[in-house]
């Protein structure tokens, strides 16, 4: 099984930018989507943003115009631009990848990595 290791978490003051990066610990190929997710404390785990090989994403709407997904389909990296944070942007972000790797389909995640947005 890939391990997917995220960083680029932090402490930021809102209107700031942070970019997170989402890397596999071994060999990945043939990605087929690649997601982030963010947990608040006390509440759900939510889908932010998703990338579909062909390209098509989608974003929640809390973060539309501010985030961007991107990353090699290839083999990754898988990477989340996050710009005019919010305070309501604090969470743990996860990094979710879905894949076709020797001929098998995998569907890994990251062990999250905190984004506090405070001033």
């Known amino acids: 099984q890939v391990r997917l290791v995220e960083s680029g978490g932090g402490l930021v003051q809102p209107g700031g930018s942070l970019r997170l990066s989402c890397a596999a610990s071994?060999?990945?190929?043939?990605?087929?989507?690649m997601a982030w997710y963010r947990q608040a404390p006390g509440k759900q785990r939510e889908l932010v943003a998703h990338?579909?090989?062909?390209?098509?994403?989608y974003y929640a709407d809390s973060v539309k115009g501010r985030f961007t997904i991107s990353g090699d389909n290839a083999k990754g990296p898988v990477y989340l631009q996050m710009n005019s944070l919010k305070p309501e942007d604090t969470a743990v972000y996860y990094c979710?990848?879905?894949?076709?790797?020797?001929?098998?389909?995998?569907?890994?995640w990251g062990q999250g990595t905190q984004v506090t947005v405070s001033s």
């Open positions: 990338r579909t090989s062909s390209g098509s994403t």
């Open positions: 071994g060999s990945i190929s043939s990605i087929l989507t």
């Open positions: 979710n990848v879905v894949h076709n790797t020797g001929g098998r389909f995998s569907n890994d």
